[in-house]
């Protein structure tokens, strides 16, 4: 739709308009200008009788100003609304709604299930059932409902740390609709392929009569793919989807208690989708390290959690031997100590 359209909410309202004639009769009328007598009260005794008295008239600008005044309250209880939401749904069958609820969906999930909550309104609006499930959920309970029921289960569902699985998330509406022909049916991608995906081939093979996609912000898609602790820093490498414009994300370290303990920062240039960074610490804190977080990220791919095996310890070579001293090539050690030494520049 182009230009910018509206109606109104409760449009019965707008027969008060008819009323503006009186209105404007009424509002030309003002009481009359007080008159001015002098105090002594044989002066109040005389003017006991009332003399038949006309209202005076209002000036035209006022008596406008009080016009658009009743026009303008009409209008506001008639609640316009501008550019309305056409419910555009087919009538055909249940509303089917396929969400993606992964890691990547935490970023935008109050905006995600605004849109799914309006589908539902809109289904419920045509006395529709609704049919959803979440692709990162474990199970699946897709059978069509009443429109209060999805509802509940929109309401109650959670981005999931997981990645998703729409296969076995259509696979449970194909089974829960058991051949009955979906009305219209909306997938809410987290915006990103896994693989070779094949997801709308596979809903438009369950033959609805509106397909739809919605596909959510993926440029913030951003996640911690790989760590290492070498010997002067942690070295942090991170992947994103989004490689239009160049990038500088704050990383930070953390202990176990969630006390953050050191920072760095991973530079992705412009066209680049994968970039390394660095934490540079003394290995004695990289020790304490037990999780990498990217500052903003409130992710489940924004976070690098690290074990023991991400620890550098220091070795220490003992020899009770003197001859270590003396003729120090025929000591085990020795070539040891050459070989875990670090490359002469």
Do not use: C
């Amino acid at each position: 739709m182009t230009g910018l359209s509206f109606l109104f909410a409760n449009p019965l309202m707008l027969a008060a308009l008819v009323a503006l004639p009186a209105i404007w009769w009424l509002l030309r009328m003002t009481p009359p200008k007080p008159v001015m007598e002098v105090f002594p009260p044989l002066r109040i005794l005389a003017s006991v009788l009332k003399r038949e008295e006309t209202p005076s008239k209002s000036p035209w600008w006022l008596t406008l100003l009080r016009m658009l005044m009743a026009a303008a309250i009409i209008l506001a209880i008639a609640d316009p609304v501008f550019n309305p939401r056409t419910n555009t749904l087919s009538a055909e069958g249940p509303l089917v709604l396929l969400i993606d609820n992964s890691w990547v969906t935490a970023t935008d999930w109050e905006r995600r299930v605004e849109t799914a909550d309006a589908l539902i309104g809109d289904a419920e609006s045509r006395n529709l059932p609704v049919s959803i499930a979440f692709t990162a959920d474990r199970e699946h309970n897709a059978v069509p409902a009443s429109a209060v029921t999805a509802r509940t289960r929109l309401a109650a569902a959670l981005p999931q740390p997981l990645q998703p699985n729409r296969k076995t998330a259509i696979e449970a509406i194909a089974t829960a609709l058991d051949g009955t022909k979906a009305g219209t049916l909306a997938f809410l991608s987290d915006g990103i392929a896994a693989g070779e995906d094949q997801t709308m081939t596979a809903l438009a093979a369950l033959s609805p009569a509106n397909l739809r996609l919605i596909e959510g912000d993926s440029e913030r898609a951003l996640a911690i793919t790989n760590s290492a602790n070498e010997s002067d820093a942690m070295a942090i490498t991170a992947s994103r989807l989004d490689t239009a414009a160049a990038r500088t994300v704050p990383i930070t370290a953390y202990d176990t208690r969630g006390r953050a303990i050191a920072n760095g920062a991973i530079a992705f240039a412009a066209g680049e989708g994968t970039a390394r960074g660095t934490i540079a610490a003394p290995f004695e804190l990289r020790n304490d390290f037990a999780r990498i977080g990217i500052d903003g990220a409130a992710t489940a791919g924004g976070t690098f959690l690290l074990d023991d095996g991400f620890r550098r310890r220091r070795v220490a070579l003992l020899s009770g031997e003197a001859r270590d001293l003396s003729q120090p090539l025929l000591s085990p050690l020795y070539y040891i100590n050459r070989a875990l030494a670090p490359m002469p520049t």
